[in-house]
């Protein structure tokens, strides 16, 4: 337990919380000792930090697969299974002479027990009625729980105490010597030399599964191997950051990487960087911090650059996502008021280049424009307004009350509601839906019309010909036209 | 081994936290959220933990509330990351629950160290010392947790039997609950709320390690006994009861086998309800392994002896002068079969009469020829169906009649009959042979 109350863990805390700092010496000392920590380390803690930074690194690269595969939680019953490894290889090793804590041999152990755990999972998906996520949890329990009753027999051993197997569980990066930071950038380098090699097949297996099947790719052996490589990364985690939250190096990186690109390479590479950073970070902190659990830092930074990703993200973060929405809402409000002051005006509108309507200057009303769609008084204004802006209407600057468009949303308005119309006859003729059906649909379509589709229905609906003029609505208008 | 008052006590516990996991795990496992019960029994930790804090105890409402909250909020914050974040159901639920389990790993070591709580015993709790922390219960000495997972497990019977239909038909159909006027979305929460009550209540019993055990193993075993709720309900109960009693059991006994006093009951008894699923899964009466291969094998054998007539039939029919009766070895090469199945029929056919050893090898007997007739009748009329309905060629017509004879009764026989106008001959030219029931 050690002490809890020390002061470097005050520093800690105040990291965490974003800076909050009582003196400004005291955090100007803690940031010293950060970057002290972070780029001239000591030697013993320079093989801690190289080894989370490594282990970080490798972890984001394959986690990508397992992300994009839906088998993220994999991950989850895998180290658990890894339990009752250890505490076989312990006794085993004790039984034939050893100390028992050698730790190539606890990790034989372990990634043997972690494949077996994927097999039963595998087992009880393909063999019974159960789904995959009642195998995974049936799997981590079960192993899990055969673990800690062998390390129960373990603990009465008279041969050697299992302190040292605990460390497994929540992970003691402190632990690590220079022999363990070989054989984490061993296994690392591997997982980046197959990553490399198999990336086509993963990438194939992860989007299309079915194509790559019938490609004639071994399906079964892909995944096989993405897993083999899975557990070999989990239990070089498992010394440093604990097989309960090794998994989170797993999954939160490649998640954070995904709300940056939607391509399958940066994402890689993107994870991987974050896992560097996440293990990279946590360490020099938890090595500021040495009564913290260092699993749980690292993984905490990771789910700090996790949950800044989903907000910032420059692909799918929340921000970005909320100003696509705002901009296609506006778009769409901007392209309805259109649409009804045409529709409106229609009866008095010969061709969209009339000039004579226009500078005689046929108004709508505002209440007649109201009264067009479900929308209030307070959002037409507002609409009204920024297409004032934007140069498509003009409103009378005295009444607000009286509605024109320009020539420019003339020929918008027109082109608007002919896509819409085009839309309906479409629809009517070819999909055998009720006149009074068809507003609605078209309704929402009608943005997103581009100019290849409304060829295409010109040439299914025959008007090609027929200029560019706008067809007659095959329904009765709403609201009815202005006089 | 002796069997003292403390083991007696043992078993109660395990047995109503056993059961109380089990009650709700059936609809985690019905809805394919299982994991849930995991990601949850992980991320009470820091809810425990500010509980801790606050109260410095172990034993106050406070941190049934906290924990509870806690749980909530797992299940909202992976619905949060689920649909706002689009990142994948299972890694939303990872991302919150190793995050949650960090902060309160962070808080215990923090805050709570003092206190007499360490993450130890969260996930493996220490059952075999809970029947000596007692409390006067109407003047009976009762063990604490005996009587906490007694009123748990009353709580989730009570909230089983008064949502059963909300429960059932949420879990098979929120669909069709939405349109119902059940509230799904709320029966969700509540249904993470109650497990991350018994959770919280177990967790110093038995662990959390245990609780994912039971929530989840004995509904999964159940699932695979029957096909309906109550009867699965009942019966992962019963499950976890029996996984309860034998893990203590085998605790006490199996480690003296090499050698060694005992080991810790939680891990026994999550192993143990393992071993029971592996029994399950082999030899559950409808689902298991072992019925669903020999339901496999007895087909295949079936569809042997079918073959066998069928081509003894045929060489018959081709009224030969000296006619090759089929040797053992002939028909091992015309069936392209193992020679365990092949004896089998073939022993099968002989004792019900339908086949004959003469010096010149198998003949049909003629209870065999009647039953050839049929499914011969049945292989020829089903090419004519498919070359007169499909327009098959006809080099595409045998194959598919092969695999289809061995399932067309008399009424099917009928009406394919009826539909290709009751011919005489297929389209390769060969007689249909007529029903031998009229």
Known sequence: MGTAHGSPHIHVNNEMAGGFVGTASEAEGAIQEFLEIAFVPEFHTMLVVLSTLILGAAAGMIGTFLLLRKQSLMGDALSHATLPGIGIAFMVMVAFGGSGKNMPGLLIGAAVFGLVGAGSVLFITRNTRLKSDAALGIVLSVYFGLGVALLGIIQQMPTGSAAGLNSFIYGKPSTVIIEDLYLIAGVALAVTIVCTLLFKELALLCFDECFASAQGWPITRLDASMLALATAVLVIGLQAVGLILVIAMLIIPPAAARFWTEKLKPMMIG??????????????????????????VIVLMATTIFLFSMIFGSSRGILKQAMGQYRLRRKIGHQHLLRACYESLESRIESVADEVFLSKGSSVTFDSLLSKRSWSPKQLRRLIQRSTKSGDVTSHPSTENEIRLTSQGLREGARLVRNHRLWEIYLITHADIAPSHVDRDADQIEHVLDSDLIERLEQLLDTHGAAKSVPASPHELNGGAVS | MTWLEIDTWIVVIA???????????????????????????????????????LTETRASFTMFVGAAIVGLLTALFTQWVHSFGKVDGGAAMGVVFTSLFAIGLILIKAGADHVDLDANCVLYGSIELAPLDKIQILGWDLPRAAFVMGLILILNMVFVGVFFKELRISSFDPDLATTLGINAQLMHYLLMAMVAITTVAAFEAIGSILVIAMLIVPAAAAHLLTDRLLHMILASAVFAAISAGLGHLSAITLPRIIGFEDTNTAG??????????????????RYGILSKALHRLALNLRILREDILGLLYRVDELKLVDRPAMTYRQLREALNTGPIQLQLALRRLRRSGR????????????????????????????????????????????????RVEHFIDQQ???????????????????????????
């Open chain 2, 412 to 438: 099917m026989q009928d009406d394919l009959a009826l539909e290709t106008s009751t011919p005489t001959s297929d389209p390769h030219g060969k007689v249909i042979p007529p029903t031998t029931n009229s």
């Open chain 2, 268 to 285: 026994m008894i999550a192993t143990m309800s393992g071993v029971l699923f592996a029994f399950v899964v082999i030899l559950a009466p």
């Open chain 2, 355 to 402: 086949l004959k050893v003469t010096s010149r090898g198998y003949e049909l007997e003629e209870p065999g020829r009647k039953r050839a007739q049929q499914i011969i009748r049945s292989h020829r009329l089903w090419e004519t169906y498919l070359a007169e309905h499909f327009a098959l060629p006809l080099d595409h017509i045998h194959a598919p009649a092969e």
């Open chain 1, 271 to 296: 994870s991987a960087v974050i896992g560097a950073l996440s293990g990279w970070f946590g360490a020099v902190i938890s090595a500021m911090a040495t009564s913290l659990p260092a699993g749980a």
């Open chain 2, 15 to 53: 047995i109503l936290c056993a059961v109380s996991c089990s009650l709700l795990g059936n609809f985690l496992v019905l809805r394919k959220m299982s994991m849930m019960g995991d990601a949850i029994s992980h991320a009470v930790l820091p809810g425990l933990a500010v509980a801790f804090i």
